[in-house]
């Protein structure tokens, strides 16, 4: 069993910088994908970015791609999406999973809460 929670979120103006975080709380971390999803209003929830165990390998949706690192910190039980040169439409609630090595959020097995990030122009 694996728990997660968010933090990070906020709201900030068009261009700036966040750094989400994602705690988790289990042994079981290390052996877990980590994914990073978000879901603006009215939409469904979308794929950001996802992580390997070992961190040897991510993906990255196109609308994020050179903006938007992925990372993780297994002995800590963190894993952090660096968000650079953020725009409005990156306005969404964001949201941690841990599970597969997949871009389908319909794999992962633990979810966090969210955390909103609202970008302003």
């Known amino acids: 069993q694996v728990q997660l929670v968010e933090s990070g979120g906020g709201l900030v103006q068009a261009g700036v910088s966040l750094r989400l975080s994602c705690a988790a709380s289990g042994r079981m971390f290390s052996a877990y994908a980590m994914g990073w999803f978000r879901q603006a209003p009215g939409k469904e929830r979308e794929f950001v970015a996802v992580?390997?165990?070992?961190?040897?390998?991510?993906v990255y949706a196109d609308s994020v791609k050179g903006r938007f690192t992925i990372s993780r910190d297994n002995a800590k039980n963190t894993a952090y999406l660096q968000m650079n040169s953020l725009k409005p439409d990156d306005t969404a609630v964001y949201y941690c999973a841990a599970g597969p090595y997949s871009v389908d959020a319909g794999n992962y097995n633990y979810w966090g809460q969210g955390t909103q990030v609202t970008v302003s122009s």
């Open positions: 992580i390997r165990p070992n961190s040897r390998s991510t």
